[in-house]
């Protein structure tokens, strides 16, 4: 396997097109998937990243996949090469990683479905653009320098779009999607962890309205 390969992104800045949120989903209750998903949809997301950082990850993205084609279901916190090609399998229609290593990356490329790579710095987003990826995740967004951050990596690479995730919420997600490199952003507040315990579907849609009416 080669070190480094090529982009593998095609069709990737449609579905990062579909909503200025991408909600980051922690579902730890399979029969929460499809509600959840129809939640989102109700208040106006079409698009979501199921992070595998539970035990029923895979079973969530594989129902909501089945059951609610409305929704582009991603897959979140892939970090190994079988990781990848099981998320595949299972449905997802793009795979995220916080960051990326060179077995990703030859996962992806042997992949029909796109990649959303993570990158932090000013180096780890060349490397990626260097090939060919020109749409990154700009991870952890508040740690990691936040809108000032985006504004000076802007300057010298102003081709790489991101989506940042980590530390956004409803009171800084304008500020963000303002950005010129800025494509979406990402975020688990419109699904707190009481509302999935309880169920309370009406919530969430609520605060997917309010995010999915932010402008870009
Ligand atoms: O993708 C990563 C994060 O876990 C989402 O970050 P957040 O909880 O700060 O929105
Ligand atoms: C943080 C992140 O990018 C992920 O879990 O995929």
Same mark, same amino acid.
């Not at 992104?9 to 998937?33: C, D, M, N, W, Y």
């Not at 539970?54 to 594989?62: D, F, N």
């Given at each position: 396997?080669?070190?480094?390969?090529?982009?593998?992104?095609?069709?990737?800045?449609? #579905?990062?097109?579909?909503?200025?949120?991408?909600?980051?989903?922690?579902?730890?209750?399979?029969?929460? /998937?499809?509600?959840?998903?129809?939640?989102?949809?109700?208040?106006?997301? &079409?698009?979501?990243?199921? *992070?595998?950082? *539970?035990?029923?990850?895979?079973?969530?993205?594989?129902?909501?996949?089945?059951? !609610?084609?409305?929704?582009?279901? =991603?897959? &979140?916190? !892939?970090?190994?090469?079988?990781?990848?090609?099981?998320?595949?399998? +299972?449905? +997802?229609?793009?795979?995220?990683?916080?960051?990326?290593?060179?077995?990703?990356?030859? /996962?992806?490329?042997?992949?029909? !479905?796109?990649?959303?790579? &993570?990158?932090? *710095?000013?180096?780890? !987003?060349?490397? #990626?653009?260097?090939?060919?990826?020109?749409?990154?995740?700009?991870?952890? +967004?508040?740690?990691?320098?936040?809108?000032?951050?985006?504004?000076?990596? +802007?300057?010298?690479?102003?081709?790489?779009?991101?989506?940042?995730? &980590? =530390?956004?919420?409803?009171?800084?997600?304008?500020?963000?999607?303002?950005?010129?490199?800025?494509?979406?952003?990402?975020?688990?507040?419109?699904?707190?962890?009481?509302?999935?315990?309880?169920?309370?579907?009406?919530?969430?849609?609520?605060?997917?309205?309010?995010?999915?009416?932010?402008?870009?």
């Amino acid at each position: 396997m080669s070190t480094w390969v090529q982009a593998n992104q095609g069709g990737l800045a449609e #579905l990062l097109a579909i909503s200025p949120v991408i909600p980051v989903l922690t579902i730890e209750v399979v029969s929460h /998937a499809v509600p959840l998903a129809h939640a989102l949809l109700e208040g106006g997301i &079409g698009v979501v990243e199921v *992070t595998l950082r *539970t035990e029923v990850a895979l079973q969530a993205i594989a129902a909501m996949a089945a059951s !609610v084609p409305g929704m582009v279901v =991603g897959a &979140g916190t !892939v970090l190994t090469a079988v990781q990848y090609r099981r998320v595949a399998e +299972a449905g +997802a229609r793009f795979v995220v990683s916080p960051g990326s290593s060179p077995s990703v990356l030859d /996962a992806a490329a042997a992949s029909s !479905v796109p990649f959303l790579p &993570g990158a932090a *710095t000013p180096s780890e !987003v060349l490397a #990626l653009l260097e090939h060919g990826y020109r749409w990154q995740k700009f991870f952890p +967004a508040e740690p990691a320098g936040g809108i000032p951050m985006l504004r000076a990596i +802007a300057a010298p690479i102003p081709e790489v779009r991101f989506c940042p995730t &980590g =530390g956004i919420g409803l009171a800084n997600a304008a500020d963000y999607l303002a950005l010129a490199n800025v494509i979406c952003v990402g975020g688990s507040w419109l699904t707190p962890a009481e509302s999935l315990r309880a169920g309370d579907w009406r919530r969430i849609a609520v605060l997917a309205a309010e995010a999915a009416a932010l402008k870009r």
